[in-house]
């Protein structure tokens, strides 16, 4: 399985980003994916999960201002993160998770940066 994000770049304080993650397979083979996020000298945090029945959560930073999403016909998770601020900054990254019996298996992305800044 390959994920691949996209759609990081350099914007304002208050901007508008969106983010896309492309699955190799079908996503609703997962069990959930996520987006997660590693700043400078932080550790890596969770940032927003959807499971395959369609539930979303975020962490409480970005509630309400960021929007999981998916579209299964391009295989595809979005993050749309408005009013993004200066502790936005980070590389974001697309994981999933899928059962693999007897067990489970994690997949992650690249990466991609997203930087906020005036």
């Known amino acids: 399985v390959q994920l691949v994000e996209s759609g990081g770049g350099l914007v304002q304080p208050g901007g508008s980003l969106r983010l896309s993650c492309v699955a190799s397979?079908?996503?609703?083979?997962?069990?959930?994916m996520d987006w997660y996020r590693r700043a400078p000298g932080k550790q890596r945090e969770l940032v927003a999960s959807?499971?395959?029945?369609?539930?979303?959560n975020y962490a409480t930073s970005v509630k309400g201002r960021f929007t999981v999403s998916r579209e299964g016909e391009k295989n595809t998770m979005y993050l749309q993160m408005n009013s993004l601020k200066p502790e936005d900054t980070a590389i974001y990254y697309c994981?999933?998770?899928?059962?693999?019996?007897?067990?489970?298996?994690?997949?992650w992305g690249q990466g991609t940066q997203v930087t906020v800044s005036s």
């Open positions: 397979e079908n996503i609703f083979s997962f069990l959930f």
């Open positions: 994981h999933a998770r899928r059962v693999v019996v007897p067990s489970q298996r994690d997949y």
């Open positions: 959807i499971t395959a029945g369609g539930t979303t």
